[in-house]
């Protein structure tokens, strides 16, 4: 009976975490929804942005979250037409102001910077390594390298294969190989549990929460 009842607990445990990956990445669904209306890509790119920028706005209240760019001192000696964009800068104000700022849009100052996301709504495996280029060229602009992450919401296969843990990002693996993580299975039809937790452990670690219990 005792090894019975470990049994329920542990599968007790993997449901309710299930669970919660379901009902945390559900709204994310209507984005397949908006199909049925529209199919240009920047739109239903836009629904899936303005959501994880939401979800990163709740977990990290004490920063400001923008689409826009980077600024370093030593720009002015490179080519500023290079300068990329980002899809979600998660910055400090209290270091430094953005250069500018209005809504949603920021410059933001390279000594401000915490972490980027980049998102992509779906990615073919044919284009996943100039992903990978893209966000590796991007981490130069990060004063913690390990602090990027590719988010791409549809993916016909897990693309976090490592061990999900609540301080995976401590791994200095990261500063060389920027980490890249799935929310959902093609066409949305199963959501990848590792995959949204590795997005939540992220942004808790981001806020320097490391003591997350561990699904």
């Not at 920047?42 to 600024?71: C, D, H, N």
């Not at 919401?153 to 791994?171: C, G, Q």
Request: net charge positive.
């Amino acid at each position: 009976m005792k090894n019975k009842g470990a049994h329920n607990t542990w599968e007790a445990w993997e449901t309710h975490w299930t669970d919660y990956a379901e009902s945390f990445a559900h709204p994310l669904k209507a984005n397949n929804l908006l199909s049925r209306f529209i199919t240009n890509s920047a739109v239903t790119g836009a629904y899936a942005e303005t959501w994880i920028r939401f979800i990163a706005k709740t977990m990290l209240p004490q920063f400001r979250v923008s689409t826009g760019a980077i600024i370093r001192p030593t720009d002015r000696t490179r080519n500023l037409r290079s300068i990329p964009q980002c899809n979600l800068i998660i910055w400090n104000p209290s270091v430094l102001p953005a250069l500018f700022e209005q809504g949603e849009f920021a410059l933001v100052p390279f000594a401000s910077v915490r972490a980027v996301i980049e998102v992509k709504r779906c990615c073919k495996n044919n284009q996943m390594e100039n992903f990978r280029a893209q966000l590796k060229r991007q981490q130069k602009y990060l004063p913690d390298r390990s602090n990027i992450l590719g988010l791409v919401i549809t993916h016909e296969k897990p693309l976090f294969s490592d061990e999900v843990k609540a301080n995976w990002l401590d791994d200095e693996k990261w500063e060389n190989t920027p980490a890249i993580t799935r929310l959902f299975s093609r066409s949305y039809k199963d959501v990848d549990i590792n995959g949204v937790f590795a997005f939540i452990y992220f942004l808790s670690q981001v806020a320097g929460q490391n003591d997350l219990i561990v699904k």
